[in-house]
């Protein structure tokens, strides 16, 4: 029996011994490091012409985030009115191949950040929104709610403004450098034909226009080895596929 007992102290004691050389290994190699950022809440739609996205407030434990930041790309269809809810194939071939590339990523389960996100984007040639005169960290502040808006009315710009001043609303832009015929999100014939509009899906064919807009929480790594920040997104939460007016 003392012996039995013996035994059980020791095994108790080296799988203690064990656990804690676990442990100090495990903090000394930085395993416990996740870089995570919430998800923002699936933005409101109202048909293609407006959406509603709600900033939250990142808490101070998220002292690598930095800021929220919008992608786009164009898409040019034979297809009148398409909404999100249609199949992708509706719009285009080349959006139906980035919907459903991307799509798997938005859902809200698997939050651990993801560097991989932003190369995601960039490789199907998707660009950052720019907002005429502000930048993103000013536009998209914490806690408040962005609306986007894409007029119906032939002519008149799409815009943004935050929910708590409507009344100062802001052009949206094309962040391409040599957007054709103009930096707005216009629909027009250059669209389909110069090849400048590296925002603009290859194969484009119709008379319509949409862009699709995806939105990320950005931070940034700062225990990578690397000389520069590497950078790192949340999950993407998709906006709405807008249309385009002339």
């Not at 416990?32 to 101070?60: G, H």
């Not at 002519?155 to 708590?164: I, T």
């Not at 094309?174 to 290859?202: C, G, H, M, W």
Request: glycine share 2%; hydrophobic share 40%; aromatic share 16%.
């Amino acid at each position: 029996m003392r012996f039995n007992l013996r035994m059980r102290v020791w095994h108790g004691c080296f799988r203690f011994v064990i656990f804690l050389i676990f442990a100090f290994f495990v903090s000394s190699c930085g395993i416990e490091d996740y870089f995570y950022l919430p998800q923002v809440p699936q933005p409101k739609r109202i048909f293609n012409t407006e959406a509603e996205i709600y900033l939250p407030k990142i808490s101070s434990e998220y002292i690598y985030f930095e800021n929220y930041a919008i992608f786009y790309k164009i898409y040019v269809s034979a297809n009148n009115n398409a909404t999100i809810e249609d199949p992708p194939e509706y719009v285009s071939s080349e959006y139906r191949s980035d919907y459903n590339a991307i799509n798997p990523y938005t859902y809200p389960s698997n939050t651990l950040a993801n560097t991989s996100i932003e190369q995601l984007l960039r490789s199907r040639n998707f660009h950052e929104l720019s907002f005429m005169g502000r930048d993103n960290l000013s536009m998209m502040p914490e806690g408040d709610t962005l609306m986007i808006v894409f007029p119906a009315v032939s002519g008149d710009l799409p815009y943004a403004a935050l929910k708590s001043s409507p009344a100062n609303e802001v052009s949206l832009m094309r962040s391409v450098s040599s957007p054709v015929p103009n930096q707005y999100f216009l629909n027009s014939n250059e669209l389909r034909i110069d090849a400048r509009n590296t925002d603009v899906a290859k194969n484009a064919n119709g008379l319509y226009a949409y862009v699709s807009m995806y939105i990320v929480a950005v931070g940034y790594d700062s225990l990578s080895s690397s000389p520069t920040f590497t950078y790192i997104f949340s999950k993407p939460a998709h906006i709405n596929l807008f249309i385009l007016s002339e």
